[in-house]
């Protein structure tokens, strides 16, 4: 997965955790402190991505492509092959009657 989609997708699970964690105020302690806990794990994992990303980007900076090499002499085709007398009448007879004559 890409590092910024994978932050994205934390700081969402971010944004749920404390919505969750508010919501559960004085009525049930031990579910809220479980519920910090995981908010601030999912906190270390932000910034482990994020610093992964910083540092990846720093060892292996984009690559700028030169222009293309050109070659230096396109190999020659081979000759086309030349076709018979009646080949050559018989495009010609289907020439003719395409265009009407």
Known sequence: MKA???LKRLAKIEALMSDVTERYSASA???????????AAVTRAKEAVSLRTSSG??????VKHSAP???ATPEPSKP????SAAGRA????????????
């Open 69 to 71: 090499m050109s070659k």
């Open 57 to 62: 980007t720093a060892k292996n900076p984009a």
């Open 4 to 6: 910024n989609k994978a």
């Open 80 to 83: 086309k092959r030349k076709l």
């Open 29 to 39: 302690p031990h579910v809220r402190e479980l519920l910090q806990d995981a908010k």
């Open 90 to 101: 018989a495009n010609r007879r289907r020439l003719e009657k395409a265009m009407g004559g």
